[in-house]
């Protein structure tokens, strides 16, 4: 992979810096850190869905909201460098986080790859605008890492399906306006090959949502209880007993989104030891060094997989090094993070820029098990990568 920009993409982000500058204010060290979410349905939530719904729309309108997405469904129908080039502009820019990573980076691509032409036509202009917000509906009580065992149960009744079950840590599902949403439709000896895959309407009859709090102290996601929900026959996305294969194309994108925040957070740190006066201590300066060498390395592990999809290529159980080496390295953070601030790191700090450092050790398991936990991804490792002996099934 070339790191320098090609002329093309020099004149790509040029103007999208110059749009940029345009309809937003730059990010300064004084900007607010990237916004954790509080409670549900509480007033800051709903201000930060109002501003990302707006940003969205801004973006959208001005031919940059889903820059790889083809242009028949409004997007830009450009590169995934560019894509790159676009997001690590729009960092320098004090834009609201985020909350359709769920629809446009997981659902959207699964249904490019898998849905009806109607349901593309139907669900994703709005999805890309940012006018209908969507969840993701996989994991249950009892099927998270081993998802192939789930248990809500879909039954065809005439041209509807009756869904049953519960789902959980269902994030964003409080303020979604769709979900997608597995379910068995065959036997549940029949594993993988008996799950479909649905579009759901997150405010039918029967769908339950109860807010989860965590120890970060927000409460992003959620359980979900369905009781005799319908979804419309046309909702079926790909085959019936066939939801496999469009819920890996969504998780592949999860663990590869996920992998991609590695980003810009070792500054944050070395700021943080700044202001500890800690820069002199040689073992900090070994951890700080160590904690650099690793976030380039999930860069260009991140880099690895662009330069995959640049090419055409899906990207693979690759993803799940990235998703591994990101983990590990957010391990490493939270213990530098509390190790510099002392016992001082026990106490919630009133300053912005600290809370947000702190509340990156109490959050750092969200990405370590969301998306596939680090054991689940070293074994994907193993058996898709390294080709060793399957994990032996309970
Ligand atoms: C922040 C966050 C957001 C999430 N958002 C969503 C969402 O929007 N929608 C959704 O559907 N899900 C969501 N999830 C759920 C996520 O996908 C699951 O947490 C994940 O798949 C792990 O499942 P589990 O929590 O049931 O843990 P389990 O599967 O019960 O695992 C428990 C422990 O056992 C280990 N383990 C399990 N199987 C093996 C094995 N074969 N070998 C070795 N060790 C093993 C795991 O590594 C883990 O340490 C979210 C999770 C988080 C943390």
């Given at each position: 992979?070339?790191?320098?920009?090609?002329?093309?993409?020099?004149?790509?982000?040029?103007?999208?810096?110059?749009?940029l500058?345009?309809?937003?204010?730059?990010?300064?060290?004084?900007?607010?850190?990237?916004?954790?979410?509080?409670?549900?349905?509480?007033?800051?939530?709903?201000?930060?869905?109002?501003?990302?719904?707006?940003?969205?729309?801004?973006?959208?309108?001005?031919?940059?909201?889903?820059?790889?997405?083809p242009k028949e469904y409004g997007g830009r129908g450009g590169t995934t460098i560019e894509a790159v080039i676009f997001a690590e502009e729009q960092s320098h820019f004090d834009v609201p986080g985020s909350i359709f990573t769920q629809g446009i980076g997981m659902g959207g691509p699964a249904l490019m790859a898998h849905g009806s032409e109607?349901?593309?036509?139907?669900?994703?202009?709005?999805?890309?605008?940012?006018?209908?917000?969507?969840?993701?509906?996989f994991s249950e009580p009892g099927a998270?890492?081993?998802?192939?065992?789930?248990?809500?149960?879909?039954?065809?009744?005439?041209?509807?399906?009756?869904?049953?079950?519960?789902?959980?840590?269902?994030?964003?599902?409080?303020?979604?306006?769709?979900?997608?949403?597995?379910?068995?439709?065959?036997?549940?000896?029949?594993?993988?090959?008996?799950?479909?895959?649905?579009?759901l309407d997150m405010r039918s009859l029967g769908v339950d949502i109860r807010p989860l709090r965590q120890m970060t102290g927000s409460a992003h996601f959620n359980e979900v209880f369905l009781t005799d929900v319908a979804i419309p026959a046309a909702n079926l996305v790909g085959r019936l007993n066939g939801g496999w294969a469009a819920a890996m194309?969504?998780?592949?994108?999860?663990?590869?989104?996920?992998?991609a925040l590695g980003g810009d957070r070792f500054p944050r740190l070395l700021e943080l030891a700044q202001a500890h006066a800690r820069t002199a201590d040689p073992r900090v300066?070994?951890?700080?060094?160590?904690?650099?060498?690793?976030?380039?390395?999930?860069k260009y592990l991140g880099w690895r997989q662009l330069t995959a999809l640049s090419q055409g290529r899906e990207p693979g159980p690759e993803s799940s090094i990235a998703k591994l080496a990101l983990s590990v390295r957010l391990g490493e953070m939270g213990d530098l993070i509390m190790a510099l601030q002392g016992p001082a790191g026990t106490l919630i700090s009133a300053e912005p820029q600290v809370m947000y450092l702190d509340s990156l050790f109490v959050g750092q398991w969200s990405s370590r098990f969301g998306g596939g936990t680090e054991?689940?991804?070293?074994?994907?490792?193993?058996e898709r990568i390294l080709g060793l002996p399957r994990d032996p099934a309970v």
């Open positions: 992979m070339d790191f320098n920009d090609t002329p093309e993409e020099a004149a790509f982000r040029a103007e999208a810096r110059t749009w500058a345009a309809h937003a204010a730059p990010r300064t060290t004084g900007s607010a850190p990237p916004a954790t979410l509080t409670d549900a349905f509480s007033a800051e939530e709903t201000d930060h869905v109002r501003r990302s719904k707006a940003w969205q729309a801004t973006l959208y309108d001005g031919g940059w909201a889903g820059i790889t997405w109607d349901q593309k036509d139907r669900y994703l202009a709005p999805m890309l605008r940012g006018d209908e917000v969507w969840c993701q509906l998270g890492s081993d998802l192939a065992s789930l248990t809500t149960r879909a039954e065809l009744d005439g041209d509807t399906w009756i869904v049953n079950g519960q789902k959980v840590w269902t994030s964003s599902a409080h303020y979604s306006d769709f979900g997608i949403l597995l379910a068995r439709t065959g036997e549940p000896a029949d594993r993988s090959r008996g799950i479909s895959y649905f579009l194309t969504t998780l592949t994108s999860e663990r590869t989104l996920i992998s300066r070994q951890s700080l060094a160590q904690s650099y060498i690793g976030f380039q390395l999930v054991q689940v991804q070293r074994n994907i490792i193993a």
